[in-house]
């Protein structure tokens, strides 16, 4: 089966081709500067080979069919037609409270997503132009939706409700929702299959960390709590943003320096988190780590805060599972920086985490990285959101037939 999976952005669009039984990617690509001048990069990962050329994409249908285009291409394509692509699977940002799973792409399904648009303004219309642009180059082709936060639906209201009068709740949906949902589900699945059966992964922490990083509580399968909210903008400090900030700081900026709401949350979103408390110096944590092994002490101090946030996150979800059986490191920073995994897990021998530094020292694969006495497993586990939206398709529309 051959899904072709879609990560639209604003003015971009990532592609995978892949079979979701084995996970093998038979090409992949992205479209870029969409409404500008338009570049496509192609690649075959059997092959290796990479195409790269200049089309104009005014809009995401072209970007669709550029797609199409170089997919059955004689000479770079993987495929002889498009009819060879059994379904299309969209990663979309925001469900609201309107999706618990992934669902088959319809009218009302879409008109959902336009509803979750004042959640989710900078995706969701994204998100719809690349359903759109393929129903167009597509007609008739079972499409499907994956929502970022529908992983994140099992929580409580406990976890999820903010504790500001009910009305903002009721009329204006403002709640907890959390991202990174593909993940943390594809992840924590992975970690109870790996254990061998939710009965030994009962009490799971998902550490997803990059340049946008969230932690998420799991129990038996289900998500508990996690650490983004209405917003991408909540939890640990992050590559550009702030994490977790008393909102009072927004009020004082906006005040002093005569600073317009969307003013100060671009500041908190795309000027903040490690970047500004490295003065500068990087918002990339490879960056921080070699500027601060040269003496910089503020690019010390970004990692510092990042490590201790974190493990704050882990020690309150800890306790908030009523303890805990696995902990489990994933996404650019997660899976490649040994350093900052002994970072974050110093300090949390009490709750009976130990790693072992030689089996830490492992990048971009999965490993148990704890000591043989740990009594939490410490993983390292790949995400691979695309594989787990193409399964996602793959399940709905085999379902469907």
Known sequence: MNILVINAGSSSLK??????????????????????????????????????????MPTHKEAIEAVMAILVDPQDGVIKSVDEIDAVGHRVLHGGDKFVESCIIDEACKQAIRDCIPLGPLHNPANLMGIEACEKAMPGKPQVAVFDTAFHMTMPPKAYRYAIPTKYYTEDHLRRYGFHGTSHRFVSKRCIELMGGVENAHRVIVCHLGNGSSLSAVKDGKCQDTSMGLSPLAGVPMGTRAGDIDTCVA???????????????????????????????????????????????????????????????????????????????????????????????????????????????????????????????????????????AQDTAALVNAAK
């Open 15 to 56: 592609y995978q081709l892949m079979n979701p039984d084995t996970g093998d990617v038979t090409a992949k690509g992205l479209c870029e500067r969409i409404g500008l001048d338009g570049r496509l990069t192609h690649k075959v990962p059997a092959s290796g080979k990479k195409v790269e050329k200049d089309i104009p």
């Open 251 to 389: 009020q004082f900026i906006m005040n002093k320096y005569n600073m317009s709401a969307d003013d100060c949350l671009t500041m908190l979103n795309k000027k903040s988190g490690v970047l500004a408390l490295s003065d500068g110096v990087s918002s990339d944590f490879r960056d921080l780590d070699a500027a601060a092994e040269k003496g910089n002490e503020a690019a010390q101090l970004a990692l510092d805060k990042f490590a201790y946030e974190v493990r704050k996150y882990i020690g309150s979800y800890a306790a908030a599972l009523g303890g805990l059986d696995c902990l489990v490191f994933t996404a650019g920073v997660g899976e490649n920086s040994a350093s900052m995994r002994a970072r974050i897990c110093e300090g949390l021998e009490f709750l009976g985490v130990k790693l072992d530094p030689e089996k830490n020292n492992t990048r971009g694969k999965e490993a148990i990285i704890s000591a043989d006495d740990s009594k939490v497993t410490v993983w390292v586990i790949p995400t691979n959101e695309e594989l787990m939206i």
